[in-house]
């Protein structure tokens, strides 16, 4: 059965007003900017933002008015530091951030997937992430050796013995209402292809309620099932298939453009007050229509710049008998 | 500071490399002494080989094309949980006396200031076997006490992180753009080391705290020509470095 989509239907139909949404998870790549886009354009309110770091795409997202919360490890703007629109919001209107670390997200997400209540580590323990934070609470193992018995010892190969001793950080399961994801190929489906790094899009669409792809190509399902160990995520968990080229512009998509660095170090120029920041977006998202419109905004030769000048393909697998 | 920050790593050891100054320390020290070390990415990716070319966030396309291996994020994680990673690096706002980092708020006679947050920072401080952290060097920079712990250190000192129940770990140096500071077995930072041509009392001036000095305080070695060779071809328009 198809799910494709067109943009505009995808987040009109799986992204209501104050909606959980989780989208850059995979870190600096694939960040579904043309996802975040079309739901600014769209004008959504009141949303809650699941991600580890996000780069830029929080802190448009912000400036647009789109959000209420935020449930993260980092925001801000990886290579320039600070992102204006995310400081304004905390400093000057008290917008809530959820304080995480980025294993908690993927802890966090993974009890989600899992369909466990949480998930235990040894992380942030003493640390003030943790405080006042309902997504962390302390707790001793149930295996917890007793008090005056001998704890294990590294075990002379240079490698630690488990410890079963000791307190823990009980991180408390989380289930968006809905993650978004860039990959480089699905088919009609949403069985997807991806290579790269993967941050926590796994655990982020296995925990999700909702799924949403973005993918840079469409593909026949013949194409996905040759290699079923690249496919990261199986069709039955998607409910929504968009094909966007370049939806993940300016953050990188291994194998089909890399980062546009310059963007990002103009964003940060450019949006360091409140009227520059509602100018960046009315030049890049309320004033392009779609992503087609966006691409012939940044302009050819910017565009073939960012294509892959040298392929380099991996060696074939055979999955012959 | 790079070049310093690089001798940090040993040859043959597992680093776990933060987001923005740490990824050029990691790159030189492969190119120069510790060609066997392996680097762990919070993105999931492992590397055995520094990235070809210049990177800006460790999952730019270099950073993954000839990678050992690309996880998941919970997979490099789970590796630095369970004890396997040597050495973090790590940058912070602000660094205190027993060696605790915040990257998540300031809060000043101006108000707040939020910084961008802990990422894998805290996880990298509570889990690694040692971590080593990169900063300006500024009284700002370097309070008594940090006003968030997001990442934790030594805590108030000697036996903290055990109680905390912090399996291992802990800072073992800050490296700052005027000196190194290292941490005694009481987990309080002092002055291991003077940057080429830094004075004792500037760094003492611009310290938060009354900076302990080490018996035997020397200069922090001069750049090799190797290092800065391999710190110029990689960062060629002084991005991260001038």
């Not at chain 1, 943009?7 to 909606?19: F, K």
């Not at chain 1, 998930?119 to 003030?128: C, E, F, I, V």
């Not at chain 1, 992503?291 to 960012?306: E, I, K, P, S, T």
């Not at chain 2, 930072?189 to 938060?208: F, K, M």
Request: aromatic share 8%; hydrophobic share 40%.
């Amino acid at each position: 059965m198809s799910k494709l989509l067109t943009m505009r239907e995808a987040i009109a139909d799986l992204v209501p007003d104050g909606a959980s949404v989780a989208l850059g998870l995979q870190l600096e790549q694939m960040i579904p900017f043309g996802a975040g886009h079309e739901i600014i354009r769209q004008r959504k309110r009141g949303l809650t933002l699941i991600g580890p770091i996000s780069d830029i795409l929080f802190d448009q997202l912000i400036g647009a008015g789109c959000v209420k919360t935020v449930i993260a490890a980092w925001v801000g703007n990886v290579m320039m530091g600070s992102a204006y629109n995310f400081r304004r919001a905390v400093e000057q209107d008290g917008m809530k951030v959820v304080n995480m670390t980025n294993f908690t997200v993927a802890l966090a997400l993974q009890a989600g997937a899992m369909g466990v209540p949480f998930m235990p580590t040894r992380t942030a323990l003493g640390s003030d992430v943790a405080r006042e934070n309902k997504f962390f609470a302390e707790m001793e193992s149930p295996f917890a050796a007793p008090v005056g018995e001998a704890t294990p010892r590294p075990d002379g190969r240079g490698r630690p013995s488990p410890r079963e001793d000791g307190k823990l950080h009980a991180v408390r399961a989380l289930n968006p209402d809905v993650t978004i994801v860039h990959v480089q190929r699905a088919d009609p489906d949403g069985n997807c292809h991806c290579w790269g790094n993967f941050g926590v899009m796994l655990e982020g669409v296995r925990a999700a309620k909702r799924v949403i792809v973005v993918a840079e190509e469409i593909v026949e399902p013949e194409v996905i099932a040759s290699d079923p160990n690249r496919t990261v995520i199986p069709g039955f968990l998607v409910n929504a298939v968009v094909e966007c080229r370049y939806g993940a512009h300016p953050s990188p998509v291994q194998g089909y453009y890399k980062r546009d660095d310059a963007f990002f170090r103009q964003y940060h120029e450019l949006t360091k007050t409140k009227p520059d920041s509602d100018a960046w977006l009315e030049r890049w998202v309320y004033g392009v229509a779609d992503r087609g419109a966006y691409m012939n905004q940044l302009g050819g030769c910017r565009v073939d710049n960012l294509g892959v000048k040298q392929h380099a393909y991996a060696a074939q697998a055979d999955f012959g008998y | 500071m790079v070049a310093c920050a690089a001798r940090e790593i040993h040859d043959g050891e597992v680093v776990f490399v933060g987001m923005r100054l740490p990824l050029i320390a990691f790159v030189v020290a492969k190119r120069t002494h510790a060609p066997n070390a392996t680097g762990l990415f919070e993105n999931g990716v492992i590397r055995s080989t520094p990235a070809p070319e210049l990177i800006y966030t460790m999952a730019d396309p270099p950073n993954i094309l000839g990678a050992t291996q690309c996880l998941d994020m919970l997979g490099v994680m789970s590796l630095l949980q369970s004890g396997r990673v040597h050495l973090g690096f790590l940058g912070a706002a602000e660094v205190d006396r027993f060696g605790n980092l915040n990257s998540t708020e300031v809060r000043g006679p101006k108000g707040l200031t939020r910084l961008p947050g802990s990422g894998g920072a805290c996880d990298i401080a509570s889990l690694a076997q040692r971590f080593v952290v990169l900063l300006e060097h500024s009284k700002l920079r370097l309070p008594e006490r940090v006003s968030y712990v997001t990442s934790p250190g030594n805590g108030d000192g000697l036996g903290w992180r055990q109680r905390k129940g912090l399996p291992r770990g802990g800072p073992v140096a800050a490296i700052t753009t005027k000196a190194v500071l290292r941490f005694g077995d009481d987990g309080e930072a002092y002055l291991a080391s003077l940057h080429p041509g830094v004075r004792l009392d500037d760094v003492l001036a611009n310290t938060g705290w009354k900076l302990r000095v080490a018996d035997d305080v020397t200069q922090t070695p001069e750049p090799s020509p190797q290092e800065l060779k391999a710190i110029r071809e990689y960062d060629k328009e002084g991005f991260w470095t001038t």
